[in-house]
């Protein structure tokens, strides 16, 4: 009977040509997850399931543990730093605080919640499907019953079976209070017009009554 070995939930070696940290997970979503976490990974396509980390300056030197990966600093501040970015990484002892151990014996459960795969799942929605909006609960229902959108048998399309509901509307509020007036235009007297009498045409005998002009020689 031949028995096969489960991969390791996680394994860390040491890149000699890249100089570089390699984590390398049994699943491809883990790798993306701790990459989430530490924007200082890079997962190239042809290994999805493994993060490269470069080393820092700080890093002094590397060694092999029965648990693990140990790396030495140069200062304690430094492990403690580098712990705080590598998510994994904690310190190896408490007489030694410049040394970060990375340990390799992971359950996939231990590090799937270290990595918080479960509560942020690495999947979109399906394109029919709309996201929720932010702040609403995912359990959320929508405001309507399918009995109440499914017609009547025999009534006319588009009418709808129940009463229909009160739509109360609000007009806005008026702001006549606080304008001003506007004022008539002030009225103007009617023009008047002045009539003189119509003088009678001149008659022949009119004519012979006008004094005549004396010439002076």
Not at 18 to 40: P, S, T
Not at 184 to 194: C, D, S, W
Request: some cysteine; proline content about 14%; hydrophobic content about 35%.
């Amino acid at each position: 009977m031949t028995t096969t070995m489960a991969p390791a939930a996680l394994n860390v070696l040491y890149y000699f040509q890249k100089q570089e940290l390699k984590l390398d997970f049994n699943v491809a979503d883990r790798a993306q997850a701790y990459q989430n976490l530490n924007r200082e990974g890079r997962i190239y396509a042809t290994e999805p399931t493994a993060v490269y980390l470069p080393l820092p300056p700080s890093m002094a030197y590397l060694r092999d543990s029965h648990n693990g990966m140990v790396i030495g600093f140069t200062t304690g501040t430094d492990a403690t730093r580098w712990c705080q970015t590598a998510v994994l990484a904690r310190l190896h002892s408490p007489t030694a605080p410049h040394e970060v151990r990375i340990r390799r014996a992971w359950t996939e459960e231990a590090l799937d919640q270290q990595l918080q795969v479960h509560q942020f799942p690495l999947f979109m929605p399906d394109q029919d499907e709309a996201p929720p909006s932010p702040g609403s609960s995912p359990d959320a229902q929508p405001a309507y019953s399918p009995e109440a959108s499914q017609p009547v048998k025999g009534s006319q399309p588009g009418t709808s079976h129940g009463a229909r509901p009160s739509i109360s509307m609000q007009s806005p509020p008026s702001t006549s209070a606080y304008l001003p007036v506007p004022m008539p235009p002030p009225l103007l007297p009617a023009p008047l017009t002045i009539r003189t009498p119509e003088r009678a045409p001149a008659t022949q005998e009119m004519i012979g009554r006008r004094p005549r002009a004396s010439s002076f020689y």
